[in-house]
């Protein structure tokens, strides 16, 4: 089973999953992800194999909640989907 809080999006054929407490800023966060992503992660998948197209920067925060505007040196929004993130 897996151990991810994982909702229904509002978004057809998506899933939001509710990320652990960043370490960094003490918030949790929200990442919307493709349906059959999230279903793999429910199944056990590892995230990496669950989710490879989702930025590895999310994956990082899905698995351990540190935010990408939080990660040490990181530059915030480089590359990132904003409409992959939401909240906090
Ligand atoms: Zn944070």
Same mark, same amino acid.
């Given at each position: 089973?897996?151990?991810h809080a994982i909702y229904d999006s509002m978004q057809d054929n998506c899933a939001?999953?509710?990320?652990? &407490?960043?370490?960094?800023?003490?918030?949790?966060?929200?990442i919307t992800v493709p349906q059959a992503g999230a279903d793999a992660l429910i199944e056990g998948e590892p995230v990496q194999d669950a989710l490879p197209e989702v930025d590895h920067r999310l994956r990082e925060q899905? &698995?351990?909640g540190i935010h990408p505007?939080?990660?040490?040196?990181?530059?915030f929004?480089?590359?990132?989907?904003?409409d992959l993130i939401h909240g906090p």
């Open positions: 089973m897996s151990h939001d999953i509710l990320t652990p &407490t960043c370490p960094f800023c003490g918030q949790q966060g929200w899905i &698995t351990s505007r939080c990660f040490p040196g990181a530059e929004g480089e590359g990132i989907d904003p």
